[in-house]
Structures are given as structure tokens and as C-alpha cells.
């Protein structure tokens, strides 16, 4: 392999620190940074601070092109465009989406700066990398500014059926733009599935579920589940420094109790409010045993700048309080909430203390906490409750799946996972296990990039 990857991305892989950068954690990083490392490249991307793009620099073997966005591109581009428009929208319209041509116009100006950096970053014989939903318009944008680079595009989150995407305004140009790539990735087939359709009847033209005409050039469709490192989950749940953590977390919450966790950004697309709705309904249900679980769940700090979610944190942090307000005791309060983020062997040490792991999005794209829960069970002991909903339950098809428009449902599963026999909980767990750590995020990258290659 001898290509160099440019990957194009809303966010560098980075954070500011006082006296530089680190690398901020994430899956796609890891993934992509033994490629680029090897064989040389460049991130083009935001710093996530407004005005802030000093000149290309390297770090950690990656060329970094910070591209501006003035404080109005993260009103409108951002938080409008992109988080105000588009990711409701994509994610079944669970919230209605809103409709602006102040904030598609800059949607469109940013894009084209991702795209002028992108262009500049690529030399002959590259591979431009682009990625999710705030830059759908790059490929093709970069398309006509280097006609000589192969393009690839991945979603990261879900792609709406037809008629969902029928609301959006300015459909044909995302359209057109994703077909600017040579590829076009998806983390489901059904993904894939709903991009064709779209194309089919926005566009015209010819094609199937795997390909698609675009003039003269034949786009290829393609799915591919994201992943995590497996490995390294693996290695930091069996490291001394977290089994002490989860020793004295296991004594701060009593030894006896069973343990439900929830990780999440404070997002609602991730149905923090169901799966507390759910255990209230089974407090209720089973009085007597209050005092033998608790429920803990981590929201993470995101968007705050939409409504949405500012309104969606209110209504977590409200029932976090009747819930304990009708349940808790002096000794005892079933639900121990945290706003904001833990870091990386902290968040292990809370999957191992987890007997029952609980992800319910209404729709997700993929999930990787899913993932990571069950890479950190060396045990095989645990139990996965997983919303159909998410990416990832087609791939964990041994979690127990729920449907989160059913609370009483949700609760049902809850209970049983809290009582499943234990031969039961080691063969799913242990088939969970065999799924992720044999589709880890390596083979992910390695996939995308040769598809985007040929
Ligand atoms: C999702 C999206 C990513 C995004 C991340 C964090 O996973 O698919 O593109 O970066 O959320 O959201 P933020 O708005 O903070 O970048």
C-alpha cells in the first residue's frame, strides 16, 4: 500500500492543552493513524475553538490542516446546518428538523473550505477520505477542483428513508455531492439501501443497491460497520490500575448491589429518558428489591448551543430526581447521575463494574459504547440490552434487543437481564465477544481504504 490518506473531517483529531496538543480519543483516530503514520498524509478539520486555525503543522506523524470557523459558521454551519437540520433529520426526524437558507448557505460555504484545504493537502496519487454528515457536499466539491484523486465518503450516522429525505430543501445537491466520490460507505446495508433509493428517484440515472451511475463514473455503495480497537479495551479492562478502580467503586456502591450502566453524549437520539422511564417502571414493579440495584448513568456535555438538548438534559435531570425522590432512601439513592465525561480507564473501570449494560437509542448509527462494553467482559459475564434501532444490533445480534418506543418492553428486558441464568449470560457474551474482537476497527479501515483505492 503506498497511497497517502488525506481524511477530511468536521474535528482534528486533537485538543488544545496548555502548552500544545494531545490526541483526543476516538476510534477513528486510532484506526486511521497507523495508515497515516506509515505512509504519510494529512487530517484536514476544525479545532472545535471559533477563529482558531494556525498554519499546517505535524503531530503525531499526521499532517494537521486546521480549517477556520468564525463564530457565525458555528451558529449556522454547525449548530444549524448540520445539528439543527440534518441530524434530526437523518435520525428519523425524532425531533423536527428545521428548515433554513441562512443556514444552508453557509453549510455550503464551509464545505467548500473543508474542500479548498482538502484539495491543497492532496498530492497526485492520494486518497481523499471524507467523513459524516457536516461535509456531504466535499466530494463532490473536491471532485472538480482535483479530478485526478480517488474519493471516498463514510456516514457515520444513519441515512433516512426516501421519504424522510423528501422534506429536505436542498436533497438533490447532498445527493449530488456524496456521488462525488468513487465510494460511497454506509454502516448498514439498510443505509445503503435508503442512499440508492434516494438517488434513484431525486436523480434519475441508473444503478442498484451497490453501485450508481454519476455521468460518466460508476459510484460504489458499499456498507461497513465502524468498530473500535478491540485489543486495546481488552488490555486496559485487565490492567491492574482498573481493577483497583472497580474494587472501590464496587465498595462505594455496596457490594451486593447489581450494577446498570448508561453511556452516553446527552444526545436525544440515545433514549437516556427511555431506559430511566424503564427503571422507574420496574421500581415500581418490584418494590422489595430497590435496595439490591442501582442504575448508574453517565450523560456526556454535547451541543449545548441547540435547544433540543438543553431540553433534553432538563427532562433526563428531572426524572433522575423523581426517581430517587420515590425510591431512594438515607442509605440508598437507585440512580447516580453524572454530567460529564469520565476519562478513558475510569469509563472501563465503570463498563467491568456493570452487570447490565443499557443502550437505547431511538436510532443510533452505529454505537460503539455497545462495543466497547462488551470488549472490556473478559469474564464473558454481563449482559447487553441493545435497541434494535442502533447500527450495532445488526452486527450484536446475541445482545438482548429492545424496542425503545416500548417502555414496559424495555422494562420487561431489564429484569431479565438482571436475572439471567448464568449459562445464558456466558454464551451471548461470549459470542458478543468473538463478533467484535474479529471485526475490530483496523479491519474497518483497512476495508474502506481499499475500496476507495480500486
Ligand atoms: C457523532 C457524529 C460525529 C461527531 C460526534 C460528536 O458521533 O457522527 O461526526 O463528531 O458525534 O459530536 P460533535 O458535534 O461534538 O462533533
Known sequence: MTNRIVVVANRLPLRRTEDGWETSPG????????????????????????????????????????????????????????????????????RPPEFHRHWWYP????????????????????????????????????????????????????????EILARLPWRRELLEGLLGADVVAFQTRLGRHNFSRAALRFLGGEGTTRWLGAGDRTVRLMSAPISIDTRRYASLAASHGVGERVAALRDELGTDRKVVLGVDRLDYTKGIDVRLRAFDTLLQRHRE??????????????????????????????????????????????????????????????????????????????????????????????????????????ELRQALLVNPYDVDGVADVLWRALHLPPGEERARMQALRRQVQRHDVFRWALSCIEAIRH
Open 27 to 94: 476510534g477513528l483516530v486510532s484506526a486511521v493513524a497507523p495508515f497515516i503514520q506509515e505512509q504519510g498524509g494529512s487530517w484536514v478539520g476544525w479545532t472545535g475553538v471559533p477563529d482558531d486555525a494556525p498554519p499546517p503543522f505535524v503531530h503525531d506523524g499526521i499532517e494537521q490542516r486546521p480549517v477556520r470557523l468564525t463564530q457565525a459558521d458555528i451558529d449556522d454551519f454547525y449548530l444549524g446546518c448540520s445539528n439543527g437540520t440534518i441530524w434530526p433529520l437523518y435520525h428519523d426526524a425524532i
Open 289 to 394: 428489591q430497590a435496595d439490591d440495584v442501582v442504575f448508574l448513568q453517565v450523560a456526556v456535555p454535547s451541543r449545548e448551543g441547540v435547544g433540543d438538548y438543553a431540553a433534553m438534559r432538563e427532562e433526563v435531570e428531572g426524572l433522575v430526581g423523581r426517581i430517587n425522590g420515590s425510591h431512594g432512601e438515607l442509605h440508598h439513592m437507585p440512580v447516580h447521575y453524572r454530567y460529564g465525561s469520565l476519562d478513558p480507564e475510569e469509563l472501563i473501570a465503570y463498563y467491568r463494574l456493570a452487570d447490565v449494560m443499557c443502550v437505547t437509542p431511538f436510532r443510533d448509527g452505529m454505537n460503539l459504547v455497545a462495543k466497547e462494553y462488551v470488549a472490556t467482559r473478559p469474564g464473558n459475564s454481563g449482559a447487553l440490552v441493545l435497541s434494535e434501532f442502533a447500527g450495532a444490533a445488526q
Open 107 to 162: 453549510y455550503v460555504a464551509v464545505n467548500r473550505r473543508f474542500a479548498e484545504q482538502a484539495a491543497e493537502a492532496l498530492r497526485p496519487g492520494d486518497l481523499a477520505w471524507v467523513h459524516d454528515y457536516q461535509l456531504q457536499l466535499v466530494p463532490g466539491m473536491l471532485r472538480r477542483m482535483r479530478p485526478d484523486v480517488r474519493i471516498g465518503f463514510f456516514l457515520h450516522i444513519p441515512f433516512p428513508p426516501v
